[in-house]
């Protein structure tokens, strides 16, 4: 029952993870062209050569993280308690894989690419509450492994 | 416990792991982009059907040495080309050149709001150069707008057809308000600003010949590749339609003297797109991002002296 709360909170954040990557993979698949700029913002970001990784476009990433997240934690709202270490481990692997990249895209909007794309920093900020919840998930099924 | 404490550390090495592999493909990938031609193969099909004149094919990125050597010297190679339609002085130590499309609502937007702003404080004091260049952007009313823009800066009056143009276009600046402008209604604004009215009518009317000549032969040619090549060749007839694809033209020249660091932005320029002493800014930014790049190169022009 303890690590009930972050697990829904993951499940609340992984959706909304899922609508902000939906959309940017949709803009960077379907509306590609850029051809008249806004000032800074998600078209310089998108127009960026970082904005794909090989034939990957870098939403489509964090969209495939955020489903898997969905999955794993809806599980493990519902999985028997011996299941849930794995579950909690997976989720806190993936979440910071997840921070880890973020903070990267985040590092080249800064210094590479010199501009913000606010659907990318609330896909970051998602992510990092994501993982603060892991964290705070992993803590309490620790603690139930130690209760007699 | 331990067994989880382990099993938490093992998830943290491989997510650190995962993570960099992640990062390191990305940063590979980028690299990769850079190494390769950008412009055309960046623009969709459909973008390249509605596009006249498509951006030039930028060269691949040199072998680093000589990059490096095209870097420090970046900022020594003349930008402005004293035949453009230009505000300020010529000899001025910061060159502002804009590759701009009329019919592109941010260009408008910067046309209303930021240029007034860098006359008045560097264009009016002599510190700056602000050059304009067409990149067709919005294919046929796009041409046609800058044609008509050629016609007026062979009377000298460029920056008032300039502004007129953009102001009939766009209004006051709501998309909905963007209209096309037809040759009638750009020789109607020449009129208005006052210019030589058969001079203009003739320039515009040769491009419109020419264009419905080589729209002719265009419609029968098979409207391939080849044949899009043709149609560009066949419009160059018009001296007009030459100086606006030699503006295009120098873009892929400018790009190949950025500074290394800088291609990276320029592999899908759009418009407005400008050049500030050799160095590239994309999009229509607010003022204090030119003004800060202006005042930093103001200041390297000073110790320079």
């Known amino acids: ?148 | 416990m331990n067994t989880l404490k382990q099993r938490t550390a093992l998830a943290i090495l491989f997510a650190v792991a995962a993570a960099g592999v992640l990062i390191f493909t990305s940063y590979f990938s980028a690299r990769t982009h850079l190494a390769s031609p950008p412009a055309q193969a960046n623009l969709p099909a459909t973008a390249q059907a509605d596009t006249v004149a498509s951006i030039p094919d930028a060269a691949p990125a040199a072998p680093e040495p000589e990059s490096q050597t095209k870097t420090a010297v970046a900022t020594e190679v003349p930008l402005a080309i004293p035949t453009q339609p230009a505000k300020g002085n010529l000899n001025a130590p910061v060159t502002i050149v804009e590759f701009a499309d009329f019919y592109c609502p941010y260009c408008a937007r910067h046309v209303r709001e930021t240029i007034p702003l860098i006359e008045t404080d560097y264009i009016d004091t002599g510190l700056v150069r602000y050059e304009f260049r067409n990149l067709i952007i919005h294919g046929q009313p796009a041409l046609l707008a800058a044609v008509a823009g050629e016609c007026a800066h062979q009377q000298g009056a460029f920056w008032g057809f300039h502004d007129a143009v953009f102001e009939r276009i766009f209004g006051d600046g709501n998309r909905s308000d963007s209209r096309h402008l037809e040759a009638d209604d750009l020789k109607q604004i020449a009129t208005q600003l006052g210019l030589n009215c058969a001079a203009f009518d003739a320039c515009l009317d040769t491009y419109e010949q020419t264009y419905n000549k080589c729209h002719d032969s265009y419609q029968t040619c098979g409207q391939d590749t080849a044949c899009a090549e043709q149609f560009q060749g066949c419009l160059e007839n018009d001296p007009m339609v030459a100086k606006v694809f030699e503006d295009q033209a120098s873009l892929s020249t400018l790009i190949e003297q950025l500074p290394e660091a800088e291609k990276a932005q320029a592999q899908r320029i759009g418009t407005p797109a400008f050049f500030i002493n050799g160095h590239i800014l994309i999009g229509a930014h607010p003022y204090a991002v030119f003004k800060e790049m202006i005042d930093t190169q103001l200041a390297k022009a000073r110790t320079q002296r």
Not at chain 1, 81 to 100: D, E, R, Y
Not at chain 1, 102 to 129: D, H, K, N, P
Not at chain 1, 132 to 147: G, K, T
């Open chain 1, 1 to 148: 029952v303890k690590n009930t709360l972050p697990t829904t909170l993951i499940v609340a954040l992984s959706a909304v993870g899922i609508g902000v990557s939906s959309y940017l993979t949709y803009s960077y698949v379907i509306d590609v062209q850029v051809v008249c700029f806004e000032s800074a913002g998600c078209d310089l970001v998108k127009a960026s050569p970082y904005a794909w990784v090989g034939s990957f476009p870098v939403p489509l990433l964090g969209l495939l993280a955020y489903v898997a997240l969905l999955a794993l934690s809806v599980t493990n709202l519902w999985s028997a308690p011996a299941s849930k270490a794995g579950l909690t481990l997976a989720i806190f692997g993936l979440a910071l894989v997840g921070v880890l990249f973020s903070a990267y895209l985040t590092y080249l909007e800064a210094f590479e690419i010199r501009a913000f794309c606010y659907w990318c920093v609330t896909s970051a900020a998602v992510m990092g509450l994501i993982f603060v919840c892991s964290v705070l998930l992993l803590r309490s099924v620790e603690q139930n492994s130690h209760d007699p």
